[in-house]
């Protein structure tokens, strides 16, 4: 992925999510390098950017970080078929994280991802920091295509821990 493709995804990324759901634009260009990073990006006819997925594949399951579609084309369905083909072409559980459904917005992921086939499991959850200075956030693990006690996530969660947030 060249400069300008990442920087298109960057400013998608950036108008998407909070800051403390995102690296800085330094922090995720230097995921580009890992070997189980993935960025895939739906694009129109005219090459703009329809949507992207940032996802981790790993031996034993896979990861959604982000997924966002531009704001002038959601609700035409763009997500609901890049993540499917995503969760249908997977051989291994996907997982992905939610903030808890405190609001109106967080309870409508929650069910766009219950109406794919992902299950919200009942355990508590931290996502580290992803910038220096900022808290640890209380989110949800969602699965797919099972629901997950603690324990059986516990060893994707150590894999997330060490490859994904840098932790010991």
Wanted: proline share 7%.
């Amino acid at each position: 992925m060249n400069k300008v493709q990442f920087d298109e995804v960057f400013e998608l990324m950036e108008a998407s999510f909070p800051d403390t759901e995102i690296r800085t634009c330094e922090g995720q260009r230097a995921l580009l390098a890992h070997p189980a990073y993935r960025l895939n990006v739906s694009r129109n006819e005219s090459g703009e950017i329809l949507a992207f997925m940032g996802v981790w594949e790993f031996e034993a399951f896979r990861f959604v970080e982000h997924i966002a579609v531009n704001p002038e084309q959601r609700g035409g369905g763009i997500g609901k078929k890049l993540m499917a083909a995503y969760t249908s072409g997977s051989s291994t559980p996907v997982i992905l994280e939610v903030e808890p459904a405190n609001d109106t917005d967080s309870k409508r992921r929650i069910e766009f991802y219950e109406r794919l086939g992902f299950h919200l499991n009942a355990f508590d959850y931290f996502q580290p920091p992803l910038r220096e200075g900022q808290p640890e956030l209380a989110l949800q693990i969602m699965s797919y295509p099972e629901p997950m006690s603690e324990e059986e996530f516990q060893p994707y969660k150590k894999v997330l821990m060490a490859e994904v947030y840098k932790q010991a």
